[in-house]
């Protein structure tokens, strides 16, 4: 059982690095190159009845967002916007609102891509940092077995974990953008929690061991 997980694991993690090296991951609208428009609405509105629309106009992925101090403008962007799609999505949006928002000055932007690296290098620093204060923790806490090996198998388990993470979602192609961060993050302390805990039982072992040799003398 533990040979065919080990085997499961491998084999994702594998497949996972080709499919990142080769075709990339799936970043979502707001992180790859698009187009968007700004409608200001005039009044409050949901999301989603505005994703409807513009979904219903252009027929693909669509990512919409408010904008303005009283959260009246809709942001609309997608792969590929034309003038005749602004005009038919107003005319929607004024049907629906019962407004009469012009096209005049709804202009289509082009807005470049964002690399995912630009999105992750701003917390390496703080990973880094926080992972050599954790270390040093690890070694004065649990110096009974053996350092070397305790510093060892945190690096491997963490970066065996972000990878394997990682590969699951280049291969299910679930959209990535800012969210890497946080998925990365939670990624980061699930594993940190589990070779703490791991540490912490062996060091309860070793303890119980101590105790039992003192109670035979």
Do not use: H, W
């Not at 959260?71 to 997608?78: L, P, T």
């Not at 204060?133 to 974990?161: C, E, P």
């Not at 972000?162 to 979602?169: A, D, K, N, Q, T």
Request: glycine content about 6%; proline content about 1%.
């Amino acid at each position: 059982m533990k040979k065919s997980i080990t085997l499961i694991l491998i084999v994702t993690i594998i497949a996972g690095l080709i499919v990142i090296f080769t075709t990339g991951f799936n970043v979502n609208i707001a992180t790859k190159a698009s187009e968007q428009i700004n409608i200001n609405i005039g009044e409050k509105f949901e999301n989603k009845d505005i994703k409807q629309i513009a979904k219903e106009v252009l027929g693909k992925e669509v990512e919409v967002q408010k904008a303005g101090d009283f959260e009246d403008q809709a942001v609309i962007s997608a792969d590929q916007i034309t003038q005749e799609q602004v005009i038919e999505i107003i005319n929607k949006i004024n049907e629906k609102y019962g407004k009469e928002v012009s096209t005049d000055g709804v202009k289509v932007t082009n807005i470049p891509a964002t690399r995912l690296s630009d999105l992750l290098m701003p917390c390496v620093a703080s990973f880094i940092l926080v992972t050599v204060l954790i270390l040093i923790y690890f070694a004065i806490r649990y110096r009974k077995q053996d350092i070397k090996k305790v510093i060892g198998i945190t690096l491997i388990s963490l970066a065996i974990l972000e990878i394997l993470v990682l590969s699951i979602i280049a291969l299910l192609r679930i959209p990535v953008g800012q969210n890497l961060v946080s998925i990365s993050f939670t990624t980061y302390c699930v594993g940190m929690f589990g070779v703490t805990t791991m540490f912490e039982n062996k060091a309860q072992q070793l303890k119980m061991e101590e105790e039992n040799k003192k109670k035979k003398k």
